[in-house]
Structures are given as structure tokens and as C-alpha cells.
Antibody
């Protein structure tokens, strides 16, 4: 059973960089697309970006200037960096897999990690 | 980006009743639409992909239909565990987008 686990600081200061890592267990990270998705409290879901295990990325245009994603296949991990954060970036951050047998929709999700931007 | 509009925002029904949830896209997404269920404190769970295919382990009472711009999620007979928020999501165009959700609550 594939499992995803987000990790990283739960509190980030305004103007600093949010850094999260997603560790994949129970399966290989290779040959899949992986995404970061966020959800402010009580609100809807927003795709931040996706990465293939080759390192190819697509970022949401609304965040593109501030986002960097990377993958480390040797550690079965992929990561998110979001710079120049503000209070508007406070949200639950999820990592998720695009399943190749589920139409490339998000078939496995991490439990989420809450990131608060505050001084 | 493609905007997905879900209706109603809130749906109040009783266990055993039939639920019909709608998702309308601002432009065609072909059949590249999915439905997710989210319960409080949990990550979303994939229910339906490619508009009408049930994901692994999803009960047969969940069904999806539609193509182009209009889609429907139907729950044939509500189980108490089905009361949750439901989101649609398109992957026809990047950025992938979600609807704002329908809150299915117990009447």
C-alpha cells in the first residue's frame, strides 16, 4: 500500500521560504507524476504544481514566480519550496500521486501538514 | 484557467435518500473530470475518475456521469458515512482546478 507523508516546519515567517518534503513509501516514486495541493482552512483545494520523476515540472501560473519543486528518486522523496510567503499562504499542504490506473487523477494523498505564516 | 462551479453549495438529505451533485465547467473538459470525498480532518479521497469510472474500493452506490461541461455525481442511497464535502476536479487543462465543493449534510 502506497503511503505519502509530508514533513516540514509548521510555522514560517512572512517573506521567508516554505519548504516541505513528501516521502513515498510502499512503492516506487519512479514513473509517476506527483503534486502539491493546498487548502486554506474552510476553503477549497488549489493545485500548486506537479513534477515527474524525470524532474519535469508544471507550476500553477498564480504561484509560478515563487514555486520550486524537486525530486530525489534515491530517497523516494519530492519537495516544495515557496518563497516570499504571506499570510495568504497559510493552509494545509498535501502531496499526492497521479495514479496511472485512475486516469492520472490523485489516487493517493498524504495526511496533510498545516503551515502557518506568522511572525 | 477552467472554473468549476458546483451546485448546490449545501445539500441536506437523510440516510437512504438519493443524492445528486452537479459540477459545471467554464469550458469543455472532455471526460477528464474526477470526484473526491473529504471528511473533516482528512485528505480527499478519489471516488470517480474520467467522469464515470469508480476508483478502487469505491462502493457501487457512487456513480458519475457527464462529459464536456456538465457532470453529475449520484449517490443512490445515502449511508451515514457518506455525509461529507464533495469536490470535482478537472485535468483537461493545466492548472488542474477543483470546484468549491458541495457540503452533503444530514437532514
Amino acid at each position: 500500500q502506497v503511503q505519502l507523508q509530508e514533513s516540514g516546519p509548521g510555522l514560517v515567517k512572512p517573506s521567508e521560504t516554505l519548504s516541505l518534503t513528501c516521502t513515498v513509501s510502499g512503492g516506487s516514486i519512479s514513473r509517476y507524476y506527483w503534486s502539491w495541493i493546498r487548502q486554506p482552512a474552510g476553503k477549497g483545494l488549489e493545485c500548486i504544481g506537479r513534477i515527474y520523476t524525470s524532474g519535469s515540472t508544471n507550476y500553477n501560473p498564480s504561484l509560478k514566480s515563487r514555486v520550486t519543486m524537486s525530486v530525489d528518486t534515491s530517497k523516494n522523496q519530492f519537495s516544495l519550496k515557496l518563497n516570499s510567503v504571506t499570510a495568504a499562504d497559510t493552509a494545509m499542504y498535501y502531496c499526492a500521486r497521479h495514479g496511472d490506473s485512475s486516469g492520472y487523477f490523485f489516487d493517493y494523498w498524504g495526511q496533510g501538514t498545516l503551515v502557518t505564516v506568522s511572525s | 484557467e477552467i472554473v468549476l462551479t458546483q451546485s448546490p453549495a449545501t445539500l441536506s438529505l437523510s440516510p437512504g435518500e438519493r443524492a445528486t451533485l452537479s459540477c459545471r465547467a467554464s469550458q469543455s473538459v472532455s471526460s477528464y473530470l474526477a470526484w473526491y470525498q473529504q471528511k473533516p480532518g482528512q485528505a480527499p479521497r478519489l471516488l470517480i475518475y474520467d467522469a464515470s469510472n469508480r476508483a478502487t474500493g469505491i462502493p457501487a452506490r457512487f456513480s458519475g456521469s457527464g462529459s464536456g461541461t456538465d457532470f453529475t455525481l449520484t449517490i443512490s442511497s445515502l449511508d451515514p458515512e457518506d455525509f461529507a464535502v464533495y469536490y470535482c476536479q478537472q485535468r483537461n487543462n493545466w492548472p488542474y482546478t477543483f470546484g468549491q465543493g458541495t457540503n452533503l449534510e444530514i437532514k
